[in-house]
Every structure is written in C-alpha cells, then in structure tokens.
C-alpha cells in the first residue's frame, strides 16, 4: 500500500486518481500505523512551505518521516512536497524542513521579466541523471509545473531540470528519498509512467 500524506495541503485527490489508474493500492491518511505499515510514502502539496510544516507538525508527521527516510523506505514529494525535503525555506520568513535533502528553497527569479510568476504550465524537462524512477523514459520529456519557488541543492542530487528564465531543479533524489517539482499525476503519460517507477522500486 502507497500511504499519500494527508496534512491538509494540497493534492491528495489527483495523487490517489492517478495511483488507481495505474493500478496501485493508495490510501490518502494521517494515520500513523499506517503510514508506518505502507510500502512507500507520497508527500504531495501546494502552498506556503511555513504552514505545510506547521500542519505535518501539528499531525505529529514529522517524525513518522523521519522515521520512514531512516528506515530505507521510499519516500516521493511532489511540488511542495519535494521542496519540503530541503534544509531550509525564505517563502514568507525562515522555516525548517525536513532535511532529507540538502539545500534552501528560494523564490523564482527569472532573467527575462516576460516571463511570469508563478511558472505554471508545461515544461520541457531534462532527465539528466540516471534514476530508477526516470526508467526506459527519454531523455527529455514535457511535465505539467505550478510553483512560486525551488530547491536549490548539490548538483549530486540534481537528477532533472526545465529552463524558465534561467535552470529550475525539477527532480531530486538521495538514497532512498526522491522529489518532484513538477506534478506526475497531471503530466499524463510520461508523469503516470514516473509514479508507476517509483511504486515499482
């Protein structure tokens, strides 16, 4: 079972749909048994980064995280989720993350001021590191983006990137932990063929 987080911060319903479509059992919970009793752990999310860790701390989430991510077990943030597994945000003030991956999420600065905020819409994304969760895709492939702000990490961790007025870390991964910037469950086939990666690891 694939334990999609529940902490009142986004985009749990699109998440279970896309996971039923591929035909993995998904439950959207808070639960901590189980969480704790899940194969894989999804993360997703949308909006400010302060009250997304203020919500998992209220739910008592953030040690069951961290828990998970000790114990090997395979862990996927999707938008804010992924941006939640950094060290540290300046969205609205200086907020903690997770830590899981090491590096600060700041807001989009594009150098060509045509270019809008927030970057919404689809991207053309580089797939420039070998990752399991990017199997038997192509290099290169379009993936559906709505965000304000991004990770900014080690290139090591670095496994996808997309240009908007300037490089943009569209994926992440560190051991047994891997992000996504982009939204999979809206990126039609190639986002599905990507969850359907990472429930397959």
């Given at each position: 079972m694939i334990a999609i987080i529940d902490y009142d911060m986004g985009n749990t319903q699109s998440v279970t749909n896309a996971l039923d479509h591929i035909g993995f059992e998904n439950e959207i919970t808070r639960d901590p048994d189980r969480i704790a009793n899940s194969e894989?752990?999804?993360?997703?999310?949308?909006?400010?980064?302060?009250?997304a860790m203020e919500r998992l701390q209220s739910y008592g989430l953030i040690g069951l995280l961290k828990d998970a991510q000790r114990s090997g077990k395979h862990i996927l943030g999707i938008c804010l989720g992924m941006q939640l597994l950094g060290t540290k945000?300046?969205?609205?003030?200086?907020?903690?993350?997770?830590?899981?991956?090491?590096?600060?999420v700041k807001k989009l600065e594009p150098d060509d001021s045509a270019l809008k905020l927030p970057h919404i819409g689809w991207n053309q994304t580089a797939l420039n590191q070998e990752s399991p969760i990017f199997a038997d895709l192509p290099d290169t492939g379009d993936f559906y983006y709505v965000h304000n702000y991004s990770l900014h990490c080690s290139e090591h961790n670095v496994i996808a990137t997309c240009q908007y007025g300037g490089m943009i870390v569209a994926a992440v991964a560190e051991d047994n932990v891997y992000g996504a910037q982009f939204h999979p469950e809206k990126s039609q086939d190639t986002g599905l063929s990507v969850l359907k990666n990472f429930c397959q690891l």
């Open positions: 894989k752990i999804i993360l997703p999310g949308v909006g400010a980064f302060g009250t945000s300046n969205e609205h003030g200086e907020h903690t993350g997770l830590g899981f991956i090491q590096g600060d």
